[in-house]
């Protein structure tokens, strides 16, 4: 390929990225180009006359000013410079002058792409110049400027730059370098948190910021170099915020001086380790821009290379770009108003501008629906403070660099304000207290026996004397095995009043735990009943109770006096961790008693509090949830049976007057459930939750039915004592992300999310949460060693708080924070997992599974099998939902890589001896798994149909009942299984749509046989749902399934018909006109929707049937909108008029191979009739196009799926469509184009042209022509444009 | 994230003798004392195994003695 074709004389060829700008104004939606404003000031030193002439002298000098494009014949621009064209100097008024400019429209097609003008004001003069993006960019225009410079201080310019365009010669050999990086599957395209369920809309937000004076002046002073150290500084921000070691995001460029558009981005990739300096990053970067820019390549050829791949990034070479760009240096006397600013591509585009005056500016410009703006702001700060940490201490590790500064950190990580103070006394101590001040008040109500707080007081004090007897007293562990209730209650307030640290155990849990638990945590005394003897270990060296034999008999009531100090132990509470035997966690009273004193004020509890706590005594939750109301004088509700049915539950409420309620959340979506059903949900004060995750969907539930206006969800591993955190809202509240917020810490504490290098995450970065302050636990009993490993040192309670040699418990839970400050919980460290470079967090991709309908229990693996990794989802849902709708639903809410490649909807999760979820034993994800064999054909008919269908699918296990599409049956499969029916059932008409409708050998023979199959031409996508209908039309070779995506997207209430492809019929007919191809659609629509509202979608070159059925339909159907997804028309290969040119010899030689051709092709007689029908001039294309193929002509036909076939019936509809005129036509379009088809510069069709209702196209980036139709971001925008349509309908 | 990155920790302890690990490469935090050469992370908590015999804190041993 040579630089600069001459294209017929009238100019040269386009670069890439200049068809690409055309093809987007073409369709009427120029961003992410702007029109480029230069604004120079000149000041008063000058006069009119000579900032004119200066003017004037650079409109001669510059070729741009010259400059015209052209259309040809089938689109294509070329583009020629005249001296005749040049474009007059203008005079506007001053003010308002640089929107002016940046308002500016031209016409491409032979109209001048710039304008030039002059003005005046009090300070001087201003003079401006706008230019549309397809002609030139910063590069022209700092030509431009420093060409007006020159001229007006007389000083010797540069000579006008040459017409030369960029080089563009043997690109393409440096594609394979750069593929070879952009398919690593190692690097990631690095991006910032996304908002929660944003989309990458057209709308865009913009931030700024000027570097601190010092800062900038240091790098405005670098040089060249300048560009790598924002790069690197970049590079290192991104990696922190993504967590991603090997990552790449675009450098942008443009030539200095240019006379054309000359801005292109290329891909960086960076390995950033944490420990890498500063310094070592910056060289890194500084090799791989020199090494890129050493084999540049438009851009526009490695997106269209990587587009090709389903599921490529919509970013292949970055998500961020970063532009750095000086102002040119210009005499004193001039500056600049306006510069121009590159195109704002990707999520988030950022132009470092070094100014002339010594200001450096970050201008941040990204997806407003993607990011908040807060988060942006943000970003710009934590580049700066990169920047500058680089260049203080060029040997700092990358990942030591703080982000955040100390004031930020204690901000997120504080507390909920609380300025009262703490009773010091320990937790038995204030309950005691209410049996001297209000000794008749209820404190207890269990099992029909009701406490009073002077009775609970009396018992725990003779059983305390009693335990005083048997040596009990600090630091002594006494186990408490009595099932929960009245007695437990008092058991354990016996063992406190002792001095002792109470082991609450389960007589109902298995007895190897339990023993366990006796002789790890050294009790000395057991208080149990008699009927729990027998669980007790045989030679256990400790003193037993029995609550039974009364053992406080004829000890005294009054409160023992034994002191207990603040670091002395209350409790040993063992977890149930998923490996290994449970830890005992040791958890002192100072903490213990000031956790539940702050946490009664977090849940505004008073002596009113009447307490129904759901959670087991096993779980430390479960006494927070009762000492905390009799800490207060209230009381407790304690539910004697193990389970109580929603019902009990909340008769139990009713009956006693309970006002708050504490439950596990499974539990509480059942509650929630059954007050919905019944509407007999109690009124309370209060409802606290806590024990998992939380999703959206059950909160809403909670939220509406339980009749409560305050909500608690609590959080907290037991090494942090209770619920650490807490999320305190009011009824009604939404949350943004998978699972409802922590919220933040409680008391004194502090909730950190830190990185692996402990480093505090900015707000939206994942990390893990650590909860330090005086709220943490001792540690594990006898396992010095993995306290050590679990309770770190608190590196940040120095600075914030003044506490110094604090520690902070690292909880294994991976949170981030929200921008409220709250905390999110995402999923267990030990779960995520890294694929293609990006670290997921199966929890959030869980928890969108338990949002689908029918859902109830989720789990998301990366397997391995076989070598290669991949998300596989299991769901747990009735039969009736399918995996295929379940990944629907996950491709419309989920960002790419977070989709799985499986999904398995299981009748229950397999479960090990522990209860939990066993994830050796889930199945791997296969073709569908049915009992046994498939069933085996009944009749001579179906063994027939069942033998072609095995064959083509390639699978010999298929039942007669079996789906065929489920069974790996595809679209041009389909075809063929069809043409072998039709040759053994001649006569049939059987179509893609009866296999459609019935998808079974079975029901597809019963048709048969029946004679019922129906020549149909529609499929119905959807059958059902309320509003109008949408008419789906085919694009070349396209299958209706291919709108199966689609249609799950625009959801249950929109029914959706798809039109078989002409293409695909069997049989040829030749020459047809586009109006008889529509013709069985048309009569369709009208027996479906005569007189009624409905829509048309037409995909690629179905959108040309789209108008003419809609032509044909005119005034007969309510067409509220047609959807014309990129649509193109024939380009230059077979448009009329267009003449194609040939090499001396060519022609000649390409007739010879079509000749010889010709005879080796058993598809000749289809050939001969094709090339029989075409002109001479379409005759010529036609040896063109054949010329232009790169791979030899097949000869593989004529079967449906060959590749001779499809070329076949290419040729074919382009003969039909060059015959097609589109009419004028007064209806609404709505269009879409692929990003891809706009960077090839293919031409579109302008709907604008044809009728006064079409608006300009949105741009749909990161896909092309075939994968549009799947592509979530394009279904996002195609139904919100049909709800407009069908707004009030 | 479950082991964080660097390679070489310290034992450290603090002024209640509650011990943990630290990374060797970072400045230890105040209140705390480095109590062992750089090693592996296993090696440092296997260390704290061997010499941390007493959990309750230091002045609750003295109050007790």
């Given at each position: 390929m040579s630089g600069t074709q001459v294209l017929e004389d009238a100019g040269v060829e386009l670069t890439p990225g200049e068809k690409q700008v055309c093809a987007h104004d073409q369709v009427g939606q120029l961003a992410p180009y702007g029109v480029q404003v230069l604004l120079l000031r000149a000041d008063a030193r000058w006069k009119t006359a000579e900032v004119r002439q200066a003017a004037d002298a650079v409109l001669n000098l510059h070729p741009v000013f010259r400059a015209r494009l052209h259309r040809l014949a089938g689109g294509e621009m070329c583009r020629s410079e005249q001296a005749e064209n040049r474009i007059g100097l203008a005079e506007r008024p001053a003010k308002g002058l640089e929107a002016a400019l940046a308002g500016m429209r031209f016409d491409l097609d032979g109209g001048a792409g710039a304008f030039a003008c002059v003005a005046a004001d009090a300070e001087g003069h201003l003079f401006g110049v706008a230019l549309h993006p397809a002609f030139g960019d910063a590069g022209v225009l700092n030509a431009v400027a420093l060409g007006f410079a020159h001229a007006l201080t007389g000083e010797a310019g540069a000579a006008a730059p040459t017409s030369a365009a960029p080089a563009a010669e043997a690109v393409r050999d440096q594609l394979p370098g750069w593929r070879e990086m952009l398919e690593d599957a190692a690097c990631a395209v690095a991006r910032l948190p996304h908002r929660h369920g944003g989309s990458e809309d057209v709308a865009r937000g913009c931030a700024e910021q000027g570097l601190k004076p010092a800062l900038a002046d240091t790098l405005c002073r670098e040089g060249a170099g300048v560009e790598a150290r924002f790069a690197a500084a970049l590079g290192i921000v991104l990696s922190r915020c993504s967590g991603q070691r090997d990552l790449r995001f675009a450098t942008g460029s443009v030539r200095a001086q240019a006379v054309r558009r000359s801005e292109d981005i290329l891909p960086l990739r960076l390995q950033i380790d944490p420990g890498s300096s500063a310094a070592a990053v910056l060289e890194q970067v500084q090799a791989e821009l020199a090494k890129g820019r050493a084999r540049t390549v438009p851009s526009e050829f490695l997106v269209q290379d990587m587009l090709r791949r389903e599921g490529a990034d919509r970013h292949p070479l970055g998500a961020v770009t970063l532009h750095v760009r000086r102002d040119a240096p210009l005499p004193d006397g001039l500056g600049f108003c306006a510069v121009p600013e590159p195109a704002a591509q990707g999520e988030l585009l950022l132009l470092v501008r070094l100014c002339s005056d010594g200001r450096v500016i970050l201008r941040a410009s990204y997806a407003r629906d993607l990011f908040e703006p807060a988060l942006i702001g943000r970003f710009l700060v934590h580049l700066e403070r990169v920047l500058e940490a680089g260049l203080a201490d060029p040997e700092q590790a990358a990942g030591r660099i703080a982000l955040l500064s100390r004031e930020e950190l204690g901000t997120l990580s504080a507390p909920y304000e609380d300025g009262a103070v703490n009773d010091p006394r320990a937790v038995h101590e204030i309950i005691s207290d209410h049996a001297r001040q209000t000794p008749d008040k209820t404190a207890l109500i269990s099992g029909g026996q009701e406490w009073s707080h002077g009775t609970l007081n009396r018992r725990a004090n003779r059983l305390a004397h009693r335990l005083r007897t048997l040596g009990v007293g600090a630091e002594v562990p006494v186990a408490v095995m009595v099932e929960r209730g009245n007695e437990a209650v008092m058991a354990i307030l016996a063992a406190l009043k002792a001095g002792g640290a109470f082991v609450p155990i389960d007589p109902d849990h298995p007895e190897s735990r339990n023993h366990h638990i006796l002789s790890d945590a050294g009790v000395q005394a057991v208080i149990t009943r008699r009927r729990h003897l027998g669980k007790l270990p045989e030679g256990l060296k400790a003193r037993i109770l029995c609550l039974d034999d009364d053992p406080g008999a004829g000890q005294p009531e009054t409160d023992p006096d034994v002191p207990i100090r603040r670091?002395?132990?209350?409790y040993i509470m063992y977890t149930s961790g998923s490996t290994g035997k449970p830890k005992g966690v040791a958890v002192e009273h100072g903490p213990l008693s000031d956790h539940l004193q702050d946490t009664a004020r977090v849940y505004e509890m008073s002596s009113e509090s009447r307490e129904l706590p759901f959670l087991p005594f096993s779980s430390d939750g479960g006494h927070e949830r009762w000492m905390n109301p009799l800490m207060m004088g209230g009381s407790a509700v304690i539910p004697d049976g193990p389970l109580w049915t929603p019902e009990q539950s909340f008769a139990a409420m009713r009956k006693y007057g309970c006002n708050n309620a504490s439950i596990p959340t499974s539990y509480l979506q059942q509650l929630a459930e059954w007050a919905s059903e019944t509407g007999e949900g109690p009124e309370m004060r209060l409802y606290s939750f806590g024990g998992e995750g939380l999703a959206q969907a059950t909160f809403d539930l909670l939220s509406r039915e339980l009749r409560a206006p305050l909500l608690i969800n609590g959080y907290g591993p037991t090494e942090t004592i209770m619920t650490p955190m807490v999320w305190k809202v009011r009824a009604g509240t939404r949350f943004e992300g998978a699972y409802a917020p922590l919220g933040r810490a409680v008391g004194n504490r502090r909730a950190y999310v830190l990185d692996a290098q402990l480093m505090p995450c900015p707000v939206g970065v994942v990390g893990e949460i650590h909860l330090g302050g005086e709220g943490v636990a001792r540690g594990y009993v006898n396992r010095p060693g993995t306290t050590a490993d679990r309770f770190i040192p608190d590196p940040f309670a120095p600075e914030l708080d003044g506490r110094e040699g604090a520690r902070m418990y690292r909880s294994g839970d991976l949170g981030r924070w929200r921008e409220d400050g709250t905390i999110e919980f995402l999923g267990r460290v030990d779960h995520q997992v890294k694929l293609n470079g990006y670290r997921i967090e199966p929890g959030e991709i869980e928890a969108a599974l338990l949002q689908q309908p029918g859902v109830s229990e989720a789990l998301v693996l990366l397997r391995e099998d076989g070598g290669e990794k991949r998300l596989v989802g299991y769901a747990v849902a009735p039969?009736?939902?399918q995996e295929e709708q379940l990944m629907r639903a996950l491709e419309a809410q989920l960002p790419r890589h977070m989709v799985p490649s499986a999904i398995v909807v299981l009748e229950r999760m397999p479960t090990n001896a522990n209860a939990k979820v066993d994830r050796a034993a889930l199945p791997l994800p296969g073709v569908r798994r049915r009992a046994g064999q498939g069933e085996a054909p009944a009749g001579e008919a179906e063994a027939a149909v069942l033998a072609v269908w095995r064959e083509e699918t390639g699978n010999p296990d298929m039942g007669v009942t079996d789906d065929f599409f489920d069974m790996g049956g595809r679209s041009l499969t389909a075809l063929k299984v069809l043409a072998r029916m039709r040759k053994a059932w001649p006569g049939t008409a059987l179509t893609i749509a009866d296999l459609f409708d019935a998808p079974t050998v079975r029901a597809l023979t019963r048709r048969l046989e029946a004679g019922d199959a129906t020549g149909r031409q529609a499929i119905a996508l959807r059958g059902t749902g309320s509003r109008p209908m949408l008419y789906c039309f085919p694009g070349l070779l396209v299958s209706t399934r291919e709108y199966l995506r689609l249609t799950a997207y625009l959801g249950e209430d929109q029914p959706v018909t798809g039109f078989l492809c002409h293409s695909l019929n069997e049989e040829k007919h030749l020459n047809v006109a586009v109006q008889d191809v529509v013709a069985p659609y048309v009569d369709h629509i009208r027996r479906q929707s005569a007189g009624r509202p409905c829509a048309f979608l037409g995909w690629s070159w179905g959108g040309l049937l789209a108008w003419e059925a809609a032509r044909q339909l005119h005034g007969e159907v309510d067409l509220r909108m047609i959807g014309m997804v990129d649509v193109c028309d024939l380009g230059r290969d077979f448009a009329p008029g267009a003449v194609p040119r040939f090499d001396p010899g060519e022609r000649e030689t390409l007739e010879a191979e079509l000749r010889a051709w010709l005879g080796k092709t058993r598809m000749r007689a289809q050939w001969d009739a094709l090339i029989g029908a075409m002109d001479a001039l379409c005759y010529e294309q036609f040896l063109r196009f054949i010329g232009n193929e790169a791979e030899p002509l097949p000869f593989d036909g004529p079967e449906v799926s060959s590749r001779e076939h499809t070329f076949w019936v290419l040729i074919d509809n382009a003969l039909v469509f060059r015959q097609y005129q589109l009419a004028q036509l007064d209806v609404p379009v709505a269009s879409f184009s692929a990003g891809d088809t706009l960077s090839r510069g293919l031409s579109l069709v302008d709907w604008r042209q044809v009728s006064p209702r079409a608006a300009p196209a949105e741009v749909v980036p990161g896909t092309n022509h075939l994968h549009i139709i799947g592509d979530q971001l394009f279904h996002g925008r195609f139904k919100a444009a049909l709800e407009r349509a069908f707004e009030g309908v | 994230m479950t082991q964080p990155g660097p390679d070489q920790w310290i034992c450290v302890r603090n002024s209640e003798g509650r011990w943990s690990v630290w990374p060797a490469d970072l400045p230890v935090p105040a209140g705390w004392q480095a109590e062992s050469a750089p090693a592996d992370r296993g090696a440092c908590l296997a260390e704290i195994e061997a010499r941390w015999s007493d959990p309750r804190p230091e002045a609750l041993q003295e109050a007790m003695a």
């Open positions: 670091d002395q132990m209350a039969q009736k939902v | -």
